[in-house]
């Protein structure tokens, strides 16, 4: 019989999930991609376009309005070829460097620097001209719904919105360079970092979509529920910079690790993750799960380190103790969660 913690833990996550899918979502993705990515002829003569889906959707963590994140993979040409260098400078990041890879005109003249390394902005730059073009256009849904497209560029990634009388929702595009590095094939993200300034531009981040979610996937629905829970214990505490990927690394590295019982209940996987999150945090380390060069925790300063971690300590020792209360009330359990202005006690 499940204790009560874990029947309230059950209900909460139950009410914290999304949809599956917005219903018009593959329609404005798929008129983006080939009504504007795929009929660009520079990009069809310069590589190959793949797309993935990655975030929180196909994770099974998703929340009642998460966006959707499509990952435009850029297969260039004999992209085996491309020499990857780590970053010394900036653990986790890499370069690539094209000197023995082939390629055409545009990309020497414009997407590569006097030493054939990739330019992370240009690559930015180059989609972002593609994508923009997007901007204004209207799409029919499936039920004559009328979208009419925005676009905007952030840091990592590009929005389409698309939006109708009825509803709207967001697509962001990240661009990506298909390389093989380590004897695998990879997706490298422009990406800033910093620290010194030779190769400063041409920083790229390894990343693995389909191994994240192959472990996720394959790790259960207690874990995918887990971080579902995590997620929202972490906003209701007020630790807005801890985000998906961080706990789904922290998934990732629990799944791989000997403590993993695949029969736990909810309770004790969700405890044992949090457990987790605020070991990294203690130990200023908490390494991507599938790169392990990359720390996740390189963006926080040591203050914001220390404060994440007493945060997560101090509700690690109240949690640990609620599976043995039997009267626990919903109420008490559910304010971690949702954050409610009444006192937990």
């Known amino acids: 019989m499940s204790s009560t913690f874990e029947q309230h833990l059950e209900e909460i996550v139950s009410d914290l999930y999304g949809t599956s899918n917005h219903y018009d979502f593959a329609v404005v ?50 992209y085996e070829d491309i020499i990857v260098r780590p970053d010394q400078h900036r653990p986790g990041m890499v370069h690539l460097d094209f000197k023995d890879a082939s390629f055409n005109s545009f990309t020497e003249d414009t997407l590569l620097d006097n030493r054939w390394y ?31 497209l925005r676009y905007k560029r952030r840091q990592t990634s590009h929005t389409i919105t698309a939006e109708s009388e009825n509803c709207t929702f967001s697509i962001d595009f990240v661009p990506a360079i298909k390389i093989h590095f380590d004897g695998y094939d990879w997706q490298a993200v422009p990406k800033y970092a910093p620290g010194p300034k030779r190769s400063h531009g041409c920083t790229f981040m390894v990343s693995d979509i389909r191994s994240e979610i192959y472990h996720i996937t394959n790790g259960g629905e ?25 706990l ?15 029969d736990s209940s909810l309770e004790y996987v969700f ?23 990359l720390d996740l925790l390189s963006n926080f300063t040591p203050e914001k380190v220390i ?38 006690e």
């Open 222 to 246: 207690n874990i995918q529920d887990a971080i579902v829970l995590l997620k929202a214990l972490c906003e209701a505490k007020g630790l807005p910079k801890i985000r998906n990927y961080h």
């Open 118 to 148: 990739l330019k992370r902005d240009e690559v930015q730059t180059w989609i972002k001209g593609i994508l923009m073009n997007a901007h204004g256009r209207t799409v029919y849904g499936r039920y004559n719904d009328l979208y009419e």
């Open 248 to 262: 789904v690394s922290t998934a990732i590295n629990y799944i791989l690790s000997d403590d993993f019982d695949d």
């Open 29 to 78: 993705r798929d008129f983006i991609m080939n009504e504007i990515v795929m009929d660009n002829d520079l990009l069809n003569s310069t590589c190959q376009v793949e797309t993935l889906h990655f975030g929180s959707r196909p994770l099974g963590i998703h929340c009642p309005g998460s966006d959707y994140d499509v990952m435009m993979v850029l297969e260039f040409p004999s």
């Open 271 to 293: 405890l044992d993750l949090l457990y987790n999150l605020a070991d990294a945090f203690n130990d200023h380390d908490l390494p991507y799960a599938i790169y392990g060069d």
């Open 307 to 344: 404060e994440y971690a007493d945060v997560l300590n101090s509700t690690y020792r109240t949690l640990k103790t609620y599976p043995g209360q039997y009267n626990l009330s919903y109420e008490r359990c559910s304010w971690h969660f949702y954050g409610d202005d009444d006192d937990e």
